[in-house]
């Protein structure tokens, strides 16, 4: 406890990303690995290889970007490395234990990258009691829109939790359903974004969950991305991400993960979204 006590105190973040508890969550995140290593190895170990081959049937070698990096877990960081000559990995805050392992490698850049662009602007609206919700309007950075690969790592379905959280919390009269679609625009717009990409773009999600019962019976099941329509997978996997005793006494939570490759102009997620991501384009801040 008092070690996460201390990353969450020295730990360099902007105001807005403590304030939404992305920090917060990346903390516990490592300790809930921490906790059930084995129950997660496989998941990490499969998003780790689909990586890997979308690495290699990359024909440039020039750079490659990935968004979700995190914790560096699910990325095979050396030998990305390796392959391309220069690696972006791109999340909106980072611990001291991935800039370590960044530093490693000579060729391996930390970009703080806010994937939805709207973090700052919904912490906006709270505290000043403007109200509204902001629209998600990714804009890739440069590393990404001149990336020989792109790839979007366990990410898609992270996209909306935090923000919803915040938003109910601290905006009166939004309803559930409000919420909701606001939730599946964020998600749809990232979509969108990877689509509008010219280079290939590996993308890896969960997609759905199932809560079982000591004896293994489903007694829930869901989409972790608002219903968002994604094709066939071409991998496909299970994720053991809640044992039983870690978020509730009496039901595990595990889900669906897929891997799958995308085309520019593929069906889905709309033009509307590739437009906003194509208008404003931060930079991005880059730390190691």
Request: glycine residues 8%; contains cysteine; charged residues 25%.
């Amino acid at each position: 406890m008092l070690h996460e006590v201390y990353t969450y105190l020295t730990t360099p973040c902007p105001g807005h990303v403590r304030r939404l508890r992305y920090l917060y969550e990346v903390i516990a995140m490592r300790s809930r690995h921490r906790r059930h290593r084995a129950a997660w190895r496989p998941h990490l170990e499969n998003s780790r290889a689909f990586v890997l081959a979308a690495a290699q049937r990359c024909e440039g070698r020039d750079s490659v970007a990935v968004y979700g990096a995190g914790l560096l877990l699910d990325v095979p960081l050396a030998e990305l490395a390796v392959r391309f000559r220069r690696v972006h990995l791109l999340d909106i805050v980072f611990l001291d234990q991935a800039r370590r392992q960044a530093r490693r490698h000579g060729n391996v850049t930390l970009v703080e990258h806010d994937a939805t662009n709207l973090v700052e602007a919904l912490d906006r609206a709270v505290r000043g009691g403007d109200g509204r919700l902001p629209e998600p309007s990714p804009a890739p950075p440069e590393c990404v829109r001149d990336a020989d690969l792109v790839v979007s790592l366990n990410l898609l379905s992270q996209l909306w939790g935090l923000p919803r959280a915040y938003a109910a919390a601290n905006l009166d009269d939004l309803e559930d359903e409000q919420l909701d679609a606001w939730c599946g625009r964020i998600v749809a717009a990232h979509l969108a974004l990877l689509r509008s990409l010219a280079c290939p773009v590996c993308l890896v999600a969960d997609h759905a969950y199932a809560k079982r019962d000591r004896t293994g019976a489903v007694v829930e099941t869901g989409s972790t991305v608002h219903g968002l329509p994604l094709p066939e997978p071409e991998a496909a996997w299970t994720w053991d991400l809640a044992p039983v005793g870690e978020s509730d006494r009496a039901v595990s939570t595990e889900l669906s993960v897929g891997g799958w490759s995308l085309r520019r102009g593929a069906a889905a997620g709309g033009h509307e979204g590739q437009e906003r991501a194509a208008e404003a384009r931060p930079p991005g801040v880059v730390i190691a």
